[in-house]
């Protein structure tokens, strides 16, 4: 921010973005820059020998893009409607935080229906690492009492990060923390949400068997691609889940 608008070159590189938006998102990474472009989420230019160029509207996209995520906990999808939906396709001077998204995401979750849709972005992105919260804020962010985060923390539901002799929550956590607080306003309790946990960690030895292969190749591409296959995987079983949801609850959605 420190050089003018005159002095600012045209474009940078993959690597000099990086440098330029490490400073607000210190998680931000080349390979998470290059997850978005594939995802068609952002697109640069290329040179004629491969090379990415980011020009001024490709960089406030991706601030913008990482805002979502960090601030809002939005999903790619959401994210991506947002950007679909605007028609000069940059929609950084128009930030209108997430009440846009909360109405792209309503009509999404309104259509039950709907038939899964396996290119969708997956469920796996990364929470905002950002966030460090001790106990006491995370029961304040949550909603919840510290014994209900204990309880949560009892079932594995959230797991603290131990910096030096203090413990920490972060993004993942909070989110956790946050939906078992809506869960819990139904009468849902910890103890009930273990199902999800157990779920979930079978659901991911599976999908580690499936990757494993191309993890022990031990090379760039390989584990791009070992990405790429949980990302996919992550979203069929998604959608699977929420067709098995709606089999089963079927006579009381058609009552």
């Known amino acids: 921010m420190s050089q003018s608008r005159q002095d600012a070159p045209s474009s940078l590189t993959i690597g000099e973005v990086l440098s330029l938006l490490q400073e607000e998102f210190p998680e931000i990474s080349i390979s998470k820059i290059r997850f ?45 409607d947002k950007l679909d939906h605007d028609d000069e396709a940059d929609p950084a001077p128009s930030d209108d935080g997430d009440g846009g998204a909360a109405d792209v995401a309503t009509d999404e979750e309104q259509d039950g229906t709907s038939a899964p849709d396996p290119g969708r972005a997956s469920p796996l992105r990364v929470g905002p690492s950002t966030v460090s919260l001790t106990r006491d804020e995370l029961a304040a962010a949550s909603g919840l009492d510290i014994g209900a985060i204990v309880e949560l923390e009892r079932f594995g539901l959230v797991v603290a990060r131990a910096i030096g002799p203090s413990e920490y929550y972060d993004g ?37 068997q499936v990757v494993l292969p191309l993890v022990r190749q031990r090379n760039p591409a390989a584990r791009q691609r070992a990405r790429a296959t949980l990302d996919e995987l992550a979203g069929l079983g998604q959608s699977l889940h929420q067709s098995l949801l709606r089999q089963a609850l079927r006579g009381y959605l058609e009552a």
Not at 53 to 68: A, M, N, S, T, V
Not at 180 to 207: F, Q, T
């Open 172 to 208: 993942e956590a909070l989110a956790v923390a946050r939906l078992a607080a809506a869960m819990r306003s139904y009468g849902v309790d910890a103890r009930h949400l273990r199902m999800y946990k157990s779920a979930a960690d079978r659901e991911a030895g599976v999908y580690e």
């Open 36 to 80: 978005l472009e594939s995802q068609g989420l952002i697109e640069p230019e290329r040179t004629p020998s491969g090379y990415r160029k980011f020009h001024p509207h490709d960089i406030e996209r991706l601030r913008w893009i990482l805002r979502q995520q960090r601030d809002n906990f939005l999903p790619l999808r959401v994210i991506r």
